[in-house]
Nanobody, 118 residues
């Protein structure tokens, strides 16, 4: 399994970025996909997650600003980030949860840096 993130960068507060995560090595459509982030000195936290049937959930801090989506034909998950704030600055990681019987196999991407200047 390989997860490759892209789309990070430097943006001014109030701006937008779109992250992409291209997956390979498994049947993408059955996987639960998520975006997590880790700021310096803080624990990694869930940002948004999307299930195989398209159900989504978001961290309270990003509700109304971020949108997660998936394109099963391209084996890609996206995170559209609008109205970015300085506190959104972090390394953003893509995560794949692959169902395996009664457990999940978890895979992580390498991360992409998002820096929001205030």
């Amino acid at each position: 399994v390989q997860l490759v993130e892209s789309g990070g960068g430097l943006v001014q507060a109030g701006g937008s970025l779109r992250l992409s995560c291209a997956a390979s090595g498994s049947v993408f459509s059955i996987n639960r996909m998520g975006w997590y982030r880790q700021a310096p000195g803080k624990q990694r936290e869930l940002v948004a997650r999307i299930t195989s049937d398209g159900s989504t959930n978001y961290a309270d801090s990003v509700k109304g600003r971020f949108t997660i989506s998936r394109d099963n034909a391209k084996s890609t998950v996206y995170l559209q980030m609008n109205s970015l704030k300085h506190e959104d600055t972090a390394v953003y990681y893509c995560r794949q949860d692959h169902p395996d019987g009664n457990m999940w196999r978890v895979y992580w991407g390498q991360g992409t840096q998002v820096t929001v200047s205030s």
